[in-house]
């Protein structure tokens, strides 16, 4: 008995899918994700020029660069990728946490989500607008996470 797709069609779609991430990146940017990209670098330089805030300084950056162009990746969990804590896993991750929402997180996160509701108005931008909200929950609490490729297959 035989499937009802095509090995033509998936093939097809494997082959288009990095050119639709790119193109899906291209209108992410935009549609707000310049400006939160530069709002995760500029906190990124503050925390970068102060010596306290030097352990979240590249977190910004890594996320920044994620929100710049998010389609293709993913945030997962540096636990459950590795499968073993490490430093930013810990307790002194919980606490990395806790002090990065307190002086930085929600400033982001309200901005991700003030961006998620302009992308909602429209029904071309709800993915965009999902992607907002993904990166809102990452703003809360950056410590412990990494960005991977998404795996095709």
């Given at each position: 008995?035989?499937?009802?797709?095509?090995?033509?069609?998936?093939?097809?779609?494997?082959?288009?899918?990095?050119?639709?991430?790119?193109?899906?990146?291209?209108?992410?940017?935009?549609?707000?994700?310049?400006?939160?990209?530069?709002?995760?670098?500029?906190?990124?330089?503050?925390?970068?020029?102060?010596?306290?805030?030097?352990?979240?300084?590249?977190?910004?950056?890594?996320?920044?660069?994620?929100?710049?162009?998010?389609?293709?990746?993913k945030a997962v969990n540096r636990r459950e990728l590795r499968g073993r804590d490490d430093l930013g896993t810990g307790s002194l991750g919980l606490i990395g946490n806790v002090l990065w929402f307190l002086v930085a997180g929600w400033w982001l996160a309200i901005g991700?989500?003030?961006?998620?509701?302009?992308?909602?108005?429209?029904?071309?931008?709800?993915?965009?607008?999902?992607?907002?909200?993904?990166?809102?929950?990452?703003?809360?609490?950056?410590?412990?996470?990494?960005?991977?490729?998404?795996?095709?297959?």
């Open positions: 008995m035989r499937e009802s797709g095509s090995l033509c069609g998936e093939i097809a779609i494997l082959e288009a899918a990095p050119m639709l991430s790119s193109l899906l990146n291209i209108l992410w940017i935009v549609l707000g994700g310049l400006m939160m990209a530069l709002g995760w670098w500029l906190a990124g330089v503050i925390c970068a020029i102060t010596v306290v805030g030097l352990p979240w300084a590249r977190s910004c950056f890594v996320i920044g660069r994620f929100s710049l162009w998010p389609f293709g990746q991700h989500l003030t961006s998620a509701l302009a992308c909602f108005v429209t029904i071309v931008g709800i993915p965009f607008g999902i992607q907002h909200m993904k990166l809102a929950l990452i703003a809360l609490a950056p410590v412990g996470m990494t960005v991977v490729p998404v795996r095709r297959l």
